[in-house]
């Protein structure tokens, strides 16, 4: 190989090089913006439906839009400005007002699976993900349409 | 003389697989601008200098290490007749064929570049965005293809596969650029002249978009964004 070919073949390997490294931060920035680490909550079953709170702590003062799917199906979507001092209490958030309530539509008797999902707008709003809030809440509807098994989510911070 | 044989045999074989590497590298920036900044990144409006930067200063550099000339690679005009005289007849018989698909399907509409739908709606902008791609395909990847395969079938087919492949999934311009990339790459290898496989290009264009369908061009769009 002479020098030139010597050269060309540095360059080649540069290039390569700095394109793998600007792919990867395109993808690390990709996930960072559509999928962001700082949504935190929890969501439980009780007699009235599905409860819970969403905080995103890159902007504690803001309000959380939320969504509901049971079983995998879309269900309601709302807004998580309700009031929860407890969780203020706890340390989670830095204001009372990022709890979420939604009535149950009427279920078919047996065991369900309900999951809430903060949404997340990027990309100048043309982009909107999803993001599980807490874990998937198991519960079950009897004969008479109510909920049958609920859990109680204790406040205690453990991180 | 025998060991002076293999030494040529293993510098012919290393300027191949550089040349080959070289087709390669360009091909990816391309490939990254069409399906990797347009679906991850276009948030951020620089992210497509990027490659495309890297692809054109690779390619200058590239032919200041070959020593190749301006002339060489067909930025000239003496041989501007000579190209333009080898298209002239494939040009016609592809416009005729347009032209009846176009009075076919009711969709003729030579006015319809106007309506700016795209950056071809402006003829100047297309002879530039024609110019570009020519330089990319011929004086580039033609040229590092002669070297792997040498003149002939195996390199022309070689540079129109690689050119339908930078128009994939829209399925009409996969097939169109391939047809197109036989013709471009034969001429330039017969009479390298950038400048009239320009005018060829961009002129084919205004010719298809004025014959085809709307629908089935999907605004000319490629890579990622033919999906939205």
Redesign the interface.
């Known amino acids: 190989m002479d020098i030139n070919g010597l050269k060309l073949f540095r360059i080649l390997v540069a290039k390569s090089i700095i394109e793998v490294f600007f792919v990867g931060a395109l993808a690390v920035g990709f996930v960072l913006s559509t999928f962001p680490p700082y949504f935190h909550g929890w969501g439980e079953a009780t007699p009235q439906g599905i409860e819970g709170w969403v905080v995103n702590y890159w902007a504690p003062w803001d309000r959380v839009e939320v969504q509901l799917f049971i079983d995998g199906h879309f269900t309601a979507t709302g807004m998580a400005n309700l009031s929860r001092p407890d969780v203020v209490a706890a340390g989670w958030a830095k204001d009372q007002w990022h709890g979420y309530a939604f009535v149950l539509p009427k279920l078919p008797p047996g065991n369900h699976e309900a999951r809430v999902y903060a949404i997340h707008e990027s990309a100048n709003g043309n982009r909107q993900s999803l993001q599980l809030v807490g874990n998937p809440i198991r519960f079950a509807v009897d004969q008479n349409g109510k909920l049958t098994i609920w859990t109680i989510h204790l406040l205690v911070r453990t991180n | 003389m025998e060991p002076k044989l293999e030494n040529d045999n293993a510098?012919a074989l290393?300027?191949r697989s550089?040349a080959f590497?070289?087709i390669v590298?360009v091909m990816?920036?391309c490939l990254?601008a069409e399906w990797?900044?347009f679906s991850?990144?276009?948030?951020?409006p620089w992210?497509l200098a990027?490659?495309v930067g890297?692809a054109f200063g690779?390619m200058f550099?590239?032919h200041r290490?070959?020593?190749e000339s301006a002339r060489e690679i067909g930025l000239r005009f003496d041989n501007f007749i000579a190209a333009a005289r080898l298209l002239i007849l494939p040009m016609c018989a592809a416009a005729v064929v347009l032209v009846i698909i176009g009075y076919a399907t009711g969709s003729l509409s030579f006015r319809r570049w106007t309506g700016s739908q795209s950056i071809l709606g402006l003829p100047a902008l297309g002879v530039l965005w024609a110019l570009m791609q020519q330089y990319a395909l011929q004086a580039f990847i033609n040229r590092r293809a002669q070297v792997v395969w040498g003149p002939g079938l195996r390199s022309v087919l070689f540079v129109a596969s690689m050119f339908a492949v930078l128009h994939l999934p829209n399925p009409l311009l996969t097939g169109v650029t391939f047809a197109g990339g036989l013709l471009w790459a034969a001429v330039y290898q017969r009479a390298p002249n950038i400048l009239a496989l320009a005018l060829s290009h961009s002129l084919m264009t205004w010719v298809l978009i004025s014959t085809v369908p709307e629908a089935s061009l999907n605004n000319l769009r490629v890579g990622f964004k033919y999906f939205g």
Do not use: C, H, K, Q
């Open positions: 510098v290393i300027d550089l590497w070289e590298s990816t920036s990254i990797v900044v991850i990144g276009r948030a951020n992210a990027v490659p890297l690779f550099m590239s290490l070959r020593a």
